[in-house]
């Protein structure tokens, strides 16, 4: 069996949705090994992966977008992190390559540098996906704002002027420090961001249709796996077999991005109502909100046992956390607040799926109101996640990896 070389970014977000395809190839019987986040090594290594700690310098370079004031400030931002770490990363993953020999590479999409690192080398690498692509298409709105799709004339115009204003913008910015590093990597120069998303051998894209926004042609590299959700291992709280009737989730990011206020408001917007509102705050305060009394607020809590009983999820947007809801058939209602969360957000109001409310008018009526109205999606959650599971997800993953990296047939 094969060794595989897997490299995250510094985030969880991305981490977990891998970890089914890390299982999946491990239980095939492939070598596993593993850069990632330091304080997940250790769990990662009680699932069978031979894990080490990427470059401390990595993530010592933090996300700042949550400061951003609109949704192309933010891209410009990340865009600033994601290069920063690029310096780093891409050494990063060249001497974990030098140090394991794999046969193939797994590396987020997140971590340029690496992918750079990965491209050079020379070797079968795929590259691995949790958000919404950032593809041009006739047949989708421009990346970023989370506009609805174009009707008409004008709306393709939109489409176009707003793609060279946001995607255009990054590029410039971008552009010539990445180029940079490629030329003293020996690598060609790139002049678009469609080129640097199609740069791998094969991309592994965690959604699916009719979730993410049907298209007639995808490039050839990339293949919809659908959701990867998994949560770590955890025993539910004593408190949830005493809890009845029906449950809220209220999930805030994994990543700081000062969001915790809406989970402050979905508790008040649902004090009165016959719910148990259950709030999860991994990168916020959970003893800075107050709780009524058919609500509980944790840090961390496996969303598994609670999405088997809700009704809806509140999310923040974000595409782990939403497609894990959707994949359960529960509708959700998205209140985006950056990031690639207004693109997440518009898509669950587009498939039917759940409701969207801006993050600058959340209220405690305004949430209420969007929260019944997504209860009523719950024919359009099931519709995905029957999508969701069509896909294969994990083993699909497993199965393009070994067809397309390895050049084996998987197991059937």
């Known amino acids: 069996m094969a060794t595989i070389l897997a490299y995250t970014s510094p985030g969880r977000s991305h981490l977990f949705p891998l970890t089914p395809v890390l299982d999946e190839l491990h239980a095939r019987g492939h070598r596993v090994v593993l850069r990632t986040l330091a304080s997940e090594l250790e769990m990662m290594r009680a699932r069978g992966f031979d894990a080490a700690p990427i470059d401390p310098r990595v993530e010592a370079i933090g996300l700042d977008d949550w400061r951003a004031r609109n949704p192309l400030q933010s891209a410009l931002m990340d865009a600033r992190t994601f290069t920063a770490r690029a310096a780093h990363d891409f050494p990063d993953l060249a001497r974990a390559i030098a140090a394991t020999e794999p046969a193939a590479l797994l590396v987020d999409i997140n971590s340029w540098g690496a992918l750079m690192a990965a491209e050079a080398w020379g070797g ?3 590259a691995f996906c949790p958000y919404p692509l950032p593809l041009p298409s006739g047949e989708a709105p421009p ?4 506009f609805a799709p174009a009707r008409g004339p004008l709306g ?3 489409d176009r002027l707003v793609h060279h204003v946001v995607v255009g913008a990054i590029e410039r910015r971008v552009r010539p420090r990445m180029n940079r590093i490629r030329r003293r990597a020996g690598l060609a120069t790139l002049a678009t961001l469609e080129q640097w998303l199609t740069r791998a051998p094969l991309l592994l894209y965690m959604t699916a249709e009719p979730f993410e926004y049907p298209r007639r042609e995808w490039p050839a590299n990339v293949v919809m796996i659908g959701p990867c959700d998994w949560d770590p291992p955890g025993e539910p709280p004593a408190w949830l077999a005493q809890a ?3 449950l809220v989730l209220v999930n805030t990011s994994t990543e700081f991005q000062n969001d915790g206020r809406l989970a402050q408001v979905a508790m008040q917007a ?3 109502a016959p719910v148990t509102v259950v709030a999860t705050l991994p990168a916020g305060d959970p003893g800075a909100l107050r709780a009524p009394a058919n609500a509980r607020v944790e840090r961390f809590i496996p969303h598994g046992p609670l999405l088997e009983r809700a009704v809806c999820a509140i ?9 894990k809801a ?3 058939g529960v509708p959700v209602c998205a209140v985006p607040f950056g990031r690639d969360q207004f693109e997440v957000a518009r898509r669950v109001e587009v498939a039917r799926a759940g409701t969207r409310l801006p993050a600058a008018v959340l209220r405690p009526d305004r949430l209420r109101a969007k929260v019944r109205e997504a209860m009523a999606c719950t024919a359009g959650a099931r519709r995905i996640a029957a999508a969701f599971d069509a896909t294969g997800r994990a083993r699909a993953a497993a199965d393009a990896v070994e067809r397309r990296l390895l050049g084996g047939a998987p197991p059937r």
């Open 124 to 126: 079968p690498w795929a």
């Open 326 to 328: 959707l994949a359960h």
């Open 156 to 158: 393709r115009v939109r």
């Open 315 to 323: 999310t923040h947007g974000g595409m782990g956390s939403t497609q």
């Open 143 to 146: 990346w970023g704002p989370g």
């Open 244 to 246: 009845t009737g029906p």
């Open 270 to 272: 649902l004090a009165e």
